[in-house]
């Protein structure tokens, strides 16, 4: 969800003023993923290195983030959204944590879109933690190095249990990944758009699809062989 503060500079404003535009966004985004039956929607709202700006940005960010949790917990239970969270969230502010724990437990049982955010996420770190998570359980004898599996090292992840992304949308223009879903992203679809994410429509999300849906997805194989497999 890049281009929040761009946003808002072109519009002579402060960078918060472009963050709360952006959480109108979310709301929009959110309501359209659900209508579009879409099963995991990751937000990568706050990373481990946006710790590094200035202290005013970062409590902005905080109180908007505290704020769009308490007032979407009735809209994610009307309509059926489950709440989780990925990142180092011992890091964020205890009022943060408890709205975040309490959505997270109250939608627990919902079926329908899961809201996942990424808050205080780095791609880096999760794979570092789950390394560790890992030679802690062969220290133990609970498991043995020889037996590790992509699919044991991925339950190690924040992401445990859910399907990696097929698609990942970059607002704001750049071309990186900035330390999101590295190892989730592997095999991922990257959509790039010039729009700032203030601006990102539900028809922009639609049109993020549309461009999706025409990739040919081969996972190492030849078109050829996607192509046969796909006229059985
Ligand atoms: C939003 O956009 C990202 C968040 C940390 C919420 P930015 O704040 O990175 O916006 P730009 O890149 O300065 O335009
Ligand atoms: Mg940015």
Redesign the pocket.
Known sequence: ?????????SRGMI?LL??KA?VNTVRKIVRAANELGIDVLTL????SE?WK?PAH?VSG?MSLLKSYLKSELANMLENNIRLRCMGREENLPDQVRDILNTSIAKTSENTGLVLNLALSYGGRNEIVRAAARICQLCLENKLNPADITVEIFAEHLYSAGLPDPDLVIRT?G?SRLSNFLLWQASYAEIYITET??PDFSKEDLHAAIACFQQRQRRFGKTGDQVAEAGTK
């Open positions: 969800m890049d281009g929040n503060g761009r946003w808002a500079k960078r472009g963050h952006g990568y709202a706050f990373s946006n700006r940005e960010l704001g750049e700032q994410w």
